[in-house]
């Protein structure tokens, strides 16, 4: 079974500044997917960003960018300019590729709360 | 374009009783899934359905819970008889499958949650 590992349960960063959540994982898969969700206070659940396993390009949108390191199994998240509103608890998911053997569910981290200081 | 439907938001309900929370995915997904977040244990996979059949059941936590998902459209979690321990945010979310490069097609894509408080 698939396994995510979130290592920071909180972290902090100035407005402003840049910061990078860390994320880890245990597959024996060679494809799959990676995502970053964003839960603010109101509980829902906001895609932030996602990876497709067989791509080497690091995804980037906007401000938010990932390190992608397949060999190592790790999926960090960089978030640029960090701003008020970027506060939040942001979870490290895993997918596997659909008919690839596994469950096609998403496999949550225990989540790292940021938070963003004036 | 809608996106994932869940009622109702907020529920408050004595322990005994039974309590429905519904889901309506979004429109040509074929995957429905049905997530409870607690404190103590964080986002668990309660069921998750394929073209309106239960997949993987396994996280159902006892006889209590059962799922349901009669058309494409509408699915429903109940919990009969409620506990405090049932306490949580359930969340209903949905996806489509399709081959790549259409990506975006993989994505879960989650309802606002249904609030549960059983006292």
């Known amino acids: 079974a698939q396994t995510v590992t979130q290592s920071q349960p909180e972290m902090s960063v100035q407005e402003a500044e840049t910061v990078t959540l860390s994320c880890t994982y245990d597959t024996s898969e060679s494809d799959y997917y990676l995502f970053w969700y964003k839960q603010p206070p109101s509980r829902q659940m906001i895609l932030v960003i996602r990876?497709?396993?067989?791509?080497?390009q690091n995804a980037t949108e906007n401000r938010f960018s990932v390190n992608f390191q397949k060999a190592a199994k790790s999926f960090s998240l960089k978030i640029s300019d960090s701003q008020l509103g970027d506060a939040a608890m942001y979870f490290c998911?895993?997918?596997?590729?659909?008919?690839?053997?596994?469950?096609?569910?998403?496999?949550f981290g225990k989540g790292t709360l940021l938070t963003v200081n004036p | 374009d809608a996106g994932v439907i869940q009622s109702p938001r907020h529920e408050v309900t004595e322990m005994g009783q039974e309590v429905t929370l519904r889901c309506k995915p979004i429109s040509g997904h074929d995957y429905l899934f049905w997530y409870r977040q607690t404190m103590m244990r964080g986002l668990e996979l309660l069921i998750y359905f394929n073209n309106n059949v239960p997949i993987d059941d396994s996280g159902m936590p006892e006889d209590r819970f059962s799922a349901k998902m009669p058309n494409a459209s509408f699915s429903t979690l109940k919990i009969q008889p409620s506990e405090p321990r049932d306490s949580a945010v359930y969340f209903c979310?949905?996806?489509?499958?399709?081959?790549?490069?259409?990506?975006?097609?993989?994505?879960?894509?989650f309802g606002e949650g249904s609030w549960l408080t059983v006292v």
């Open positions: 998911a895993y997918r596997s590729y659909p008919g690839g053997g596994s469950n096609y569910k998403l496999t």
């Open positions: 990876q497709e396993a067989y791509k080497q």
């Open positions: 979310a949905s996806s489509p499958v399709s081959e790549r490069p259409i990506f975006a097609g993989n994505t879960i894509y």
